[in-house]
């Protein structure tokens, strides 16, 4: 009964590689977020969809590439991984414009070597 | 300076201690203000969230708007070592404004 489930839960990989993380989330939420989280803990959106449709892309690099195939799925697609994107990467939802009451996944640590 | 600033911490209190965690920040546009728990390598877990100013408590737990310091707090009383954690603040302004501003965090250990 996971509400906001990500998969994989750890990731470590080459400098240059793709790699991909997905998220979903069975609440019947119409938003759903990417933020990553630095060493620091500092959380910062990255993207945001409503039903499939981006609607929030922060000042993040063409190397990240989000994919709605439906309302109830996000993924993360990085391309040409880089030592900086180590990181933990959390999915999130929430109702249609309820950004108050967001659901957070458990994260996905991704380790860039 | 950040739009929304907090001391990482970490605070430490014996258990049953009242603790008072805090967040000031500079946007006065800020509507919608958010507390999170987020246990060692875990996600976040939205605890409360308040509209505007005022108090809003749930439990052990009483959230506290200062609109006009810019100043919001979170209290818990009778503090228990499951309360150990980091606690995030976030707020987000009025009319849909479409993403949260986070603050980094307080790490907070209740000791027996």
């Known amino acids: 009964d996971t509400a906001v489930s990500q998969t994989p839960k750890y990731l470590v990989t080459q400098m240059g590689n793709d790699k991909s993380i997905k ?29 499939k449709e981006l609607i929030i892309n922060e000042t993040v690099p063409n190397r990240f ?6 309302k109830a799925h996000l993924n993360l697609h990085i391309n040409s991984l880089e030592l900086g994107d180590s990181a933990v990467y959390f999915c999130a939802s929430s109702p249609l414009g309820a950004l108050e009451t ?9 380790l860039v070597l | 300076q950040k739009e929304v600033e907090q001391d990482p ?7 049953g201690a009242i603790v ?4 000031t920040y500079s946007n006065s546009a800020f509507q919608y203000f958010m507390w999170y728990r987020q246990y060692s390598r875990k996600g976040p877990e939205l605890l409360m969230y308040t509209y505007s100013s005022g108090n809003k408590e ?3 737990f009483t959230a506290q708007v200062d609109k006009s310091s810019k100043y919001i707090s979170l209290f818990i009383r ?3 070592p499951s309360d150990s954690a980091t606690y995030l603040c976030a707020m987000k302004g009025a009319g849909g404004g479409n993403k949260l501003t986070f603050g980094t965090g307080t790490q907070l250990k209740v000791e027996l």
């Open chain 2, 78 to 80: 009778d503090s228990q």
């Open chain 2, 58 to 60: 749930d439990g052990r």
């Open chain 2, 9 to 15: 911490g970490p605070l430490s209190v014996p258990e």
């Open chain 1, 23 to 51: 998220c979903e989330q069975n609440l019947g939420h119409d938003t759903m977020y990417w933020y990553k989280q630095d060493s620091k803990k500092f959380l910062k959106i990255m993207f945001s969809y409503n039903n």
């Open chain 1, 102 to 110: 967001q659901y957070f996944g458990p994260g996905t640590r991704l």
């Open chain 2, 20 to 23: 008072s965690l805090n967040c």
């Open chain 1, 65 to 70: 590439s989000p994919k709605s195939p439906d």
